[in-house]
């Protein structure tokens, strides 16, 4: 695979290199914020070679390639693409238009995702530390155990100060000002000053005795207040002053305000969290870890699943382990894989073979979910369901056992041994009975459900059923195209005044205000329902997509006055065919709201209905792109 290519074709794609404020990836995704989202054409983009699927979530425009990303976003540096660009940024307008528990969320996840390759690192340490004692390679009380015991809890303890680095970045602030007063609370002089009991004050206030290392929200609230700070500093300083008066006020403001009030109610708040983590397994015991399993694909889907990531962390920090989220994720990812190569073996598509063998096996060995699911069991539907099933049943067990997570690394079978607890052997067996239930149960259940066959290769699709008589071939195209059938502006269906179709009840798609009153067919097909009143049809496609187009909202009051049809039901029609005119000035005379929803109401059966980005439009221009 060329990734330079791919790269390239992204960048045409998405509007140009000046359309790109910034880029980074996670394990599959490349995550880029763009200036205009509407000049990215998603379905040109899921066209490029490598690429899985794109996806709008967190404010950012996010294109699944799987574990190969780190290539392409290689390749998008030496194109100069991310010159001076680091880190996606969004313009603060847009920050400030987000709610105030989105805007806290972004900042965690900004704050916690560069830092998590050194606590995976550190925790793997941990890990080993379980593991060689066991197998008798190590004694505890050796210097060596000691000494590795010290550099798995690099990470953990200097915890503040990583992710203070990583905030100032988020908050675009200066990060070593950041680093100091991150390292104010770890300091050891403090902490011993806390352990000794006295009480202690900073002129005169006193200062609340608080657990910082190992914490996590003290240092990116500071950050953030720091970035005001700052700003503040500078704007009543002298110019002559400003290289050696601002650092000093800086810290001189930002260090009593941690000490007094943000480092106490930050590590307040940390303990809180994992508080809260023990009350959920206290009252919902082994059931927690099965609903987190069992919704932990849906979070993959919309790419929330991060937010679960420093919850794991801040279990990990204070408890030294995390029996929910982890241990959740594990049975989700091995479902992937189970039920991708459930796939495999029974397709009878080549290409799908190859691309469910393929990532199945990422899923089954490092965890990497996303090419399974967007490429194998989302886009054919009924091993989606099975994996869901299969995550919950085998979340149970591990609840059940009260398995355990001694590290973030992502779940898979090479990562297992991160759930090895010293002292207790069986949870040897739970974990392989956790992986086997989640593999052999997403994988019977897909045999169970059925798919379809993408069509592809030469080859026929076909039902895993076999319902079909021998040789008949049933479509099922991977895209399919709804031209516009009238002339006007575009707008969301989820701002239509109707809230049956604002709220997608009856299917998705998107709206017209038309300017002109004639109805034409947006594809090839034949015409199913005709209302009585002439206001709406309904049609569906020769590769059965099925379409309503409904004129105006409660014109069925006016029961065919301004109406004229020029088919009925069972017509077999052409794409660009009239279907029926409408008299807009007399509807709009009436009172009536002309704006004309256009749904694919079987849209179930399909992975995305993605609306055009143009603002004005034609009728025969495409309209929907059905994925």
């Known amino acids: 695979m060329d990734w330079k290519k791919t790269a390239e074709q992204i960048v045409a794609h998405v509007g140009g290199k000046e359309n790109i404020l910034g880029a980074t990836y996670c394990t599959t995704r490349l995550r880029l914020a763009l200036a205009d989202e509407s000049l990215a054409n998603d379905a040109a983009v899921s066209e490029v070679p490598g690429v899985i699927s794109v996806v709008h979530a967190s404010g950012q425009y996010q294109i699944i390639i799987g574990n190969r990303v780190p290539k392409v976003y ?3 540096q030496e194109m100069g693409v991310l010159e001076n660009k680091g880190q996606p940024v969004q313009e603060e307008e847009e920050k400030k238009k987000k709610p105030i528990p989105a805007r806290m969320m972004d900042a965690l996840l900004g704050s916690m995702t560069p830092v998590i390759p050194a606590i995976i690192g550190c925790a793997m340490m941990k890990v080993l530390l379980v593991l060689l004692p066991m ?45 100091t007063i ?45 970035s005001k700070v700052e700003k503040l500093v500078d704007r009543i300083t002298p110019a002559i002053t400003k290289t050696f008066l601002n650092p000093m006020l800086i810290v001189l403001i930002c260090a009593p305000i941690a000490l007094w009030a943000v480092g106490p109610a930050g590590a307040i708040a940390g303990e809180a969290i994992s508080g809260g983590l023990e009350w959920i397994q206290t009252n919902l015991g082994w059931l927690a870890v099965g609903i987190i399993g069992g919704i932990y694909p849906v979070l993959v889907l919309f790419g929330m699943h991060h937010v679960l990531t420093p919850i794991a962390i801040a279990s990990i920090s204070s408890l030294g382990f995390d029996s929910l989220v982890m241990v959740a994720q594990l049975g989700a990812n091995l479902a992937q894989g189970g039920a991708s190569m459930a796939v495999a073996l029974r397709s009878k598509n080549k290409n799908m073979r190859q691309t469910a063998a393929a990532a199945g096996f990422s899923a089954l060995v490092a965890g990497i979910t996303e090419p399974a699911m967007y490429g194998v069991t989302l886009r054919l539907k009924r091993p989606f369901i099975a994996v869901l099933i299969a995550s919950f049943a085998s979340g149970c067990f591990a609840g059940l056992m009260q398995l355990k997570s001694f590290s973030t690394a992502c779940p898979g079978l090479v990562t297992t041994i991160q759930y090895l607890e010293a002292g207790r052997p069986s949870s040897i067996l739970y974990i392989g009975l956790t992986c086997l239930i989640a593999v052999v149960v997403s994988f019977v259940l897909t045999f169970i459900l059925g798919f379809r066959d993408p069509q592809g290769s030469g080859e026929a699709a076909t039902t895993t059923k076999n319902t079909a008589p021998k040789g008949t071939q049933v479509q099922a195209p991977q895209r399919l195209v709804v031209n516009s059938p009238m002339t006007g502006k575009l707008m969301p269906l989820s701002q239509v005044s109707d809230e049956t179709f604002a709220s997608g009840v009856l299917g998705t798609g998107a709206a017209i205000i038309p300017t002109d009153g004639r109805v034409y067919a947006p594809f090839d097909g034949v015409v199913e329902t005709l209302m009585d009143s002439s206001h709406a049809v309904g049609l569906r496609s020769d590769d059965g997509l099925e379409v309503l187009v409904h004129v105006g909202r409660d014109t069925v009051a006016l029961n065919g006055k301004y109406f004229t049809p020029h088919v009925k039901v069972g017509d077999v029609v052409r794409k660009g065919q009239l ?3 409408c008299d807009l000035n007399g509807l709009r005379a009436e009172g009536y709201d002309v704006t004309t929803p256009v749904i694919v109401t079987n849209s179930e059966e399909y992975l995305e209905v993605v609306p055009t980005k143009e603002i004005n439009i034609e009728h025969g221009a495409r309209l929907l792109t059905v994925l």
Request: no cysteine; hydrophobic share 55%.
């Open 135 to 179: 197998l008798g390679i190590l004694a505890e009380e050796s210097s060596t155990y000691q000494v590795l015991n010290v550099i798995g809890d690099g990470s953990f303890y200097f915890l503040p100060i990583l992710v203070a680095a990583s905030a100032a970045r988020y908050f675009n602030t200066n990060i070593y000002l950041s680093i």
């Open 579 to 581: 279907l029926l005119t």
């Open 74 to 76: 290689e390749a998008l």
């Open 182 to 226: 991150a390292g104010i609370l770890v300091h050891p002089t403090l902490q011993a000053m806390f352990t000794a009991g006295d009480p202690i004050s900073l002129f005169g206030v006193p200062v609340t005795a608080a657990n910082y290392p190992y914490s996590i929200l003290p240092a990116i609230i500071m950050a953030w207040v720091l």
